[in-house]
């Protein structure tokens, strides 16, 4: 009997971590964004607000895995600031921040969305969700005849990438009925934000308290092989990037969305890497593993890693707890004091990606 119960737990053991888990979707989000004069307050907003919008992508059951693109636009066909998809939020952050009003004013919303369509390598899934947020002002309209929004966007839908549609400013008639038609050719969302971008920020009692829960997430982190050094360093520079464009706030967002299993370093994280399937701490050469694990044992390597993964899900119950209790005080101001965020930038994106990822067959509990 013994033998048979020790052979049960050995099977046990083997099973994957995470078999009794749904299996994850996707979510594919590209952001084009005008990079023409009119629009420096509403890439600022972006800055600042990016945080929030991928802590709200994480309240998806199942919980996603989260894919941004960025491509700036702004001089017609010519020139854009183009960055790939990738699930390494950091990187994307980075790239954000290089994001100014430094293009000509030639803002070819047709152009922009085959850029998107054809140039990004969206996810293979049939399940996924794929979205582009064109993001601008003046007409839609612009452009030489095949690159027309009226052309490219019906090429979007084809693929089952949907095209939403976020005007800055205060459209005239005409204008507004182009943007309109970007998002009703793709089955998107329109929706009109104030050109200062609309950002409604609140100071909260628990911002401090997730400012230090953030740098004690940090310290859960152990850098290993050729992406390590690289990809410490930019997750410490992302942090001051984060508090640079919006404080504390801004940084107790980030807390947040770094509390969810789709904020994942595994490509230069032991800890992370170490809930990969097919991954193997033996095959780690030892040159490319922290000089204080290479004095260590394979087990005793083991035993710190789990160190580090039990900390580190700690830390994070108690972001997740102090973040819920944020987001109630913001409610509760924002009710005193009649504040809305009908015209803000994240709140558009919040609320075109919850209706759109519904149904992809993600769930959202009521906000």
Known sequence: MKTLMAFVALCLAALPLRADEPERGVVDVVFCIDRSGSMS????????????????????????????????????????????????LDAVYRDLMTFQTDMGGDEWVGAAVKKATVDMKWSADKNALRVIFMVGNETARQGEEELLYTRTVPEAIRRDIVVNAIYCGKPSQEEEMTWREVAKLADGAYTVIDLSGGAVTIATPMDD???????????????????????????????????????????????????????????????????????????????????????????????????????????????????????????????????????????????????????????????
Request: aromatic share 8%.
């Open 209 to 367: 308290k997730l400012v230090e829960l953030n740098k004690r997430l940090n310290a859960t982190y152990i850098p290993f092989g050729k992406h390590g050094k690289e990809g410490a360093a930019n997750q410490a520079e992302q942090d001051a990037n984060s508090e640079a464009n919006g404080g504390s706030s801004n940084m107790a967002q980030r807390a947040a969305a770094k509390s969810w299993d789709g904020y994942n370093c595994a490509r230069w994280d032991l800890v992370d890497a170490a809930k990969e399937k097919d991954f193997k701490l033996e095959e780690v050469k030892d040159e490319d593993l922290p000089e204080d694990l290479r004095k260590l044992s394979l087990e005793d390597r083991k035993a710190r890693i789990e160190k580090m993964r039990a900390e580190r899900e700690a830390v994070q119950k108690d972001v997740v707890a102090t973040n819920t209790e944020r987001e109630a005080f913001i409610a509760a101001e924002m009710k005193k004091k009649n504040l809305t965020q009908d015209q803000a930038f994240d709140e558009a994106v919040r609320r075109a990606v919850r209706e759109q990822a519904g149904r992809k067959g993600f769930a959202f509990e009521a906000k």
């Open 41 to 88: 307050e509403v890439i600022q907003t972006a800055k600042e607000k990016v945080w929030a919008i991928v802590s709200d992508v994480a309240k998806a059951k199942p919980i996603p895995v989260l894919r941004i693109g960025l491509i700036g636009y702004g001089s017609a066909d010519t020139e854009y600031r183009f960055f790939p998809l990738t699930d390494d």
